[in-house]
């Protein structure tokens, strides 16, 4: 009984292909994420979207699109891939906090290992 | 710049005795900590968090300790057992909920 899933778990693909990482979540949360961990080991926010709409957007690169297609599922499109953007990617979700819980408590995917080469 | 800093990359504890991990961070605007618990292959999840009106937060074999003066905070886990090896994220909030990550302390529990 997954709560946050992503697909797919690894990706190994060419420089300058396009590709997306989908993601759901079933615990009825307003807020989910997207996250990219480097090869320090950092998380760093990419993208933040509550109730469909985009409230985080970080510096990253044009070449990478979120798509929220309703409040479950946030998915990351990447185009033209390159070297740089091979990282683990994660998803996460929050509740609202005007719904009872705290938007800092978040609960992650499993994370997509994405490889350019 | 990091605002979260993780300085130990890695600690070993024996079974049984107890984990003090550490985090230090730089924004004074900061008002809530989090600490999180990652094995390899999955995603972080929620382990313990503290308010900054507190000092202390404890749930089961799980306290975190906030200093504010100091800007550092202090996660406990006593005692230690062979499931708690794990990597260990600190993360902290401004008012804007976004979480800034420290780079994590990869916690071995030795039998």
């Known amino acids: 009984d997954t709560a946050v899933s992503q697909t797919p778990k690894y990706l190994v693909t060419q420089m300058g292909n396009d590709k997306s990482i989908k993601c759901e979540q079933n615990?009825?949360?307003?807020?989910m994420y997207w996250y990219k961990q480097d090869s320090k080991k950092f998380l760093k926010i990419m993208f933040s979207y509550n109730n469909k709409e985009l409230i985080i957007n970080e510096t990253v690169p044009n070449r990478f699109s979120p798509k929220s297609p309703d409040k479950a599922h946030l998915n990351l499109h990447i185009n033209s891939l390159e070297l740089g953007d091979s990282a683990v990617y994660f998803c996460?979700?929050?509740?609202?906090?005007?719904?009872?819980?705290?938007?800092?408590?978040?609960?992650f995917g499993p994370g997509t290992r994405l490889l350019v080469l | 710049d990091q605002q979260v800093k993780q300085n130990s990359p890695s600690l070993s504890v024996q079974e049984g005795r107890i984990s003090i991990l550490n985090c230090d961070y730089t924004n004074s605007m900061f008002d809530y900590f989090l600490w999180y618990k990652k094995y390899p292959a999955e995603g972080p999840t929620f382990l313990i968090s503290?308010?900054?009106i507190k000092d202390k937060n404890e749930d089961g074999r799980f306290t975190v300790f906030l200093n504010k003066s100091a800007k550092h905070l202090s996660l406990h886990i006593v005692p230690s057992q062979p499931g708690d090896s794990a990597v260990y994220f600190c993360a902290a909030s401004d008012s804007n909920y976004q979480l800034i990550w420290g780079a994590g302390t990869k916690l071995i529990i030795k039998p």
């Open positions: 615990l009825g949360h307003d807020t």
């Open positions: 996460a979700s929050s509740q609202d906090p005007l719904r009872g819980g705290r938007r800092e408590t978040q609960y």
């Open positions: 503290i308010s900054s």
